[in-house]
């Protein structure tokens, strides 16, 4: 039988000599098929091997170009450098990790020329896990995207909510608020109107401490009657407060110092200060904006309602921006007016529109706050809620409240005065229900 699976084998049928060796039986033309087939193998193995010799270098190319494209806007610079490309189009806000916090510096600023908003921002860490802890400036949104901005409409109360009354947990008929939170002090000072006195909380005390008057209704220089109003300033150490009742503006230094008035003889309302150092008093009844200089006593009058094209009618709570324009809520006539430093005339950026609840209208505004991109928050006391206005815009938003009067955690009796922390929670002096109410922040 033919044995079909083996090659060089002869038939087990031929005869054999069984001196001869196995290879002397293959035939010469069979041993040469073997050496071919061998060389052949050995081509095959070298043309494998020189393609892929070939191949490298194409991979490499592949492979770098892949990484070009692929690669991140985040750039490990080092082991303890982290540069990161913020999108000129993003809301930046504080963001928790597990990681110990650090402060963002600004550093070769890209600017986006539309929005003015610096771009890259350096961030010192030792950890793959971040938190960036921005300034205020840079946690507001920009022109573009501001609504995406929100907040939570059920507050937490961080000053009173006890009912009126005088303890140290106590508020009575707050106005004015002034936030301070930096590195180095992080307060809540509230003016306690009925109380004749102002409060200092922490943002988780539990109560507060008198840090002004506190010393019965009085003219003399350790008491206040009625304040409306308080700022911080930061080069003293002090609160300056309208002292209201007594027709005055005085200095209370955080370190135990004796009171000081600053400016005599004055109905003030609210205070405001620019980067100057200068001092802005709205004179309610008198329907005037003054502004003093360090050490001066009698101010320059700069706006008169009744001269100008749009006329006052009782100017409450002011604002000063960096640019030293000046916002008013025209309490009267229920808008709120923008006056240039040394122009004559001024314009109606909110409001305007009699009093009513639609979102065009405002109805007795209060407090303001204007931010970096020119967004006007102001309190709308009479319809208890905070609107937002963008810089144009003719009609305003509902930032807060608007549900109607009352003492819920959604709700106001009489709000007075607002505030931002460097986060940007918001801060709202809730008059009637004699407390403070915090409303936290969040991207939408």
């Known amino acids: 039988m033919m044995n079909r699976n083996k090659i060089g084998v002869r038939d087990s049928s031929a005869s054999m000599d069984p001196n001869m060796t196995e290879s002397s039986t293959i035939p010469l033309q069979t041993r040469r098929e073997s050496i071919w087939k061998k060389k052949f193998i050995l081509f095959i193995a070298f043309g494998i091997a020189l393609i892929l010799t070939a191949s490298i270098p194409a991979v490499n190319i592949l492979l770098k170009n892949k990484d070009t494209t692929d690669t991140p806007t985040t750039n490990i610079t080092s082991t303890t450098s982290l540069v990161y490309t913020v999108p000129t189009t993003s809301t930046i806000v504080n963001t928790t990790s597990t990681a110990s916090t650090v402060r963002a510096t600004i550093t070769t600023p890209t600017v986006n020329t539309t929005s003015g908003v610096p771009s890259v921002y350096t961030v010192a860490t030792t950890s793959r896990s971040i938190i960036t802890t921005l300034t205020e400036e840079h946690l507001l949104p920009s022109a573009h995207n501001y609504t995406s901005l929100k907040w939570t409409q059920n507050a937490s109360t961080v000053a009173g909510g006890h009912g ?37 909380w922490g943002f988780n005390s539990s109560e507060g401490q008198i840090v002004a008057g506190g010393n019965l209704q009085g003219t003399g220089i350790h008491q206040l009657s009625q304040p409306t109003d308080v700022i911080f300033d930061k080069k003293y ?190 801060y709202v002096v809730d008059r009637d229900n004699h407390r403070v109410q915090r409303f936290d922040v969040y991207v939408n």
């Not at 009354?165 to 180095?184: H, R, T, W």
Request: hydrophobic share 30%.
């Open 237 to 426: 150490d002090s609160l300056i407060i309208c002292d209201k009742g007594n027709k005055r503006i005085v200095r209370w230094f955080r370190q135990k110092k004796t009171p000081e008035i600053i400016i005599p003889s004055v109905d003030c309302w609210s205070l405001a200060m620019d980067n100057d150092r200068n001092l802005y008093v709205s004179r309610y009844l008198e329907r005037e904006i003054r502004r003093y200089t360090e050490n001066d006593t009698n101010g320059t009058q700069l706006t008169i309602g009744y001269n100008n094209s749009i006329r006052f009618n009782e100017p409450a709570y002011i604002f000063v921006n960096e640019n030293r324009s000046i916002y008013i809520s025209d309490w009267g006539h229920h808008r709120v007016i923008k006056q240039m430093i040394n122009v004559l005339s001024n314009s109606i950026v909110a409001g305007g529109n009699g009093f009513g609840k639609d979102d065009h209208k405002l109805t007795y505004p209060q407090g303001l706050f204007v931010d970096h991109m020119n967004n006007l928050y102001v309190v709308d006391g009479g319809n208890d809620r905070v609107m937002r206005w963008c810089k144009g815009c003719e009609t305003g938003e509902k930032v807060v409240g608007g549900n109607g009067g009352g003492n819920q955690a959604n709700q106001f009796n009489g709000p007075k005065d607002l505030a931002f922390d460097r986060k940007h929670n918001l």
């Open 164 to 200: 009126s009354g005088s303890k140290l947990n106590q508020l009575s008929k707050p106005y004015g608020i002034a936030i301070v939170d930096d590195d180095e002090h992080q307060m809540i000072y509230v003016t306690d109107h009925d109380n004749h006195r102002i409060m200092a």
